[in-house]
């Protein structure tokens, strides 16, 4: 099973880290049908083929993720598209 495991610096108070996640989650949601609820500072989300959690730090995210057979052969594109949201909210 395949794996994605990112770092990203973001200069939000903690709180508005935690609703910009909430805000891509809900769109990410409707987009891919998952589910997704919070445990503390992670969220945890999960639908077929991908488990995830996102971690919010003081200064930065953790996105990690196990990626089925089907979506491992896409990890690549997967992660890019990551990393551009992350780019696009926390830069």
């Known amino acids: 099973m395949a794996g994605i495991d990112i770092q ?8 508005k880290a935690r609703k ?3 805000d891509v989650a809900k769109k990410l949601a409707e987009r ?3 589910q997704y609820g919070w445990d503390g500072d992670e969220m945890h989300f999960k ?3 991908v488990d995830g959690r996102i971690a919010v730090g003081e200064d930065d995210l953790r996105v990690t993720a196990r990626l089925g ?3 491992s052969a896409l990890q690549g594109t997967v ?3 990551i990393r551009k949201v992350l780019d696009e909210k926390f830069s």
């Open 69 to 71: 057979m089907l979506l």
């Open 79 to 81: 992660e890019k598209e």
């Open 20 to 22: 910009a996640v909430e």
């Open 8 to 15: 990203h610096k973001h200069s939000l108070p903690l709180d």
């Open 32 to 34: 891919f049908d998952f």
């Open 47 to 49: 639908r077929p083929g």
